[in-house]
């Protein structure tokens, strides 16, 4: 009787186990009834911006004066550089998921505003930080420089996602793009980001000076000094 009650339990736990579903399949209503699963997603967001800062930062900052070729990197010069589009391709497939993927996010943050409480304010200009930095990388390295030309065709803006605005997107202007970098870090945006410093939040994630600082590189890219000044004080 002993055995036969071992058996028979041992196959109802093995049953159970079996049955049960598996935790990676999930769906984007389960990740946003869970405030922790939130939080992990948007850190993947912040993941995916992270992915084209390597390739952007070596074609576009790297060419200043301020920076030394120490390796003499044959595709590298100061004031220079002689890379194809196709080499660039990586941080133009990067930039824009994460764009969709902060769109996917603040689609679905809208409908969880009670399972993140006091927190959606913040999490919602977090994720209109990484919009607004993936645009202001995106109008730097592929358009021209703004005061030669506001009005000249720069990069798609998308405020949406695949599946509410598709893909075929039109090109928006240089100011365009500059216009909304600036609704997605508003003042009212901004002033729900956290003001943290020597943190791991406070250098890890969007928080109001950063979005100052990329305010003030906006407003140098358009020769509006007085702004600039403005930008750096606060």
């Not at 993941?47 to 003499?72: I, N, S």
């Not at 990388?137 to 405020?159: D, E, F």
Request: charged share 20%; aromatic share 8%.
């Amino acid at each position: 009787i002993a055995v036969a009650t071992a058996i028979a339990t041992g196959t109802s736990s093995c049953s159970d186990i079996i049955d049960k579903v598996p935790i990676l399949d999930t769906s984007e209503s389960s990740i946003f009834s869970s405030k922790s699963q939130i939080t992990n997603y948007l850190e993947g967001v912040y993941k995916r911006l992270g992915d084209a800062l390597p390739g952007y930062f070596m074609t576009t900052e790297m060419r200043g004066d301020e920076f030394e070729d120490l390796v003499q990197n044959g595709n590298l010069n100061s004031y220079e550089m002689n890379v194809p589009v196709s080499g660039s391709s990586g941080e133009w497939n990067n930039l824009y998921k994460a764009i969709g993927e902060a769109n996917d996010f603040l689609n679905n943050l809208a409908n969880a505003k009670d399972v993140v409480g006091e927190d959606y304010e913040r999490l919602r200009s977090e994720a209109l930080f990484v919009r607004a930095l993936s645009h202001y990388y995106l109008v730097v390295l592929y358009a021209r420089t703004y005061h030669l030309n506001p009005s000249a065709k720069a990069v798609p803006i998308r405020i949406g996602t695949a599946a509410t605005s598709g893909n075929n997107l039109a090109a928006s202007t240089i100011e365009e793009v500059h216009q909304q970098i600036f609704e997605d870090v508003s003042d009212e945006n901004i002033s729900h980001l956290s003001t943290e410093r020597n943190s791991l939040n406070g250098v890890t994630h969007a928080t109001q000076a950063a979005a100052h600082a990329l305010r003030q590189r906006l407003y140098l890219e358009r020769w509006d000094w007085d702004n600039v000044i403005e930008e750096g004080k606060k």
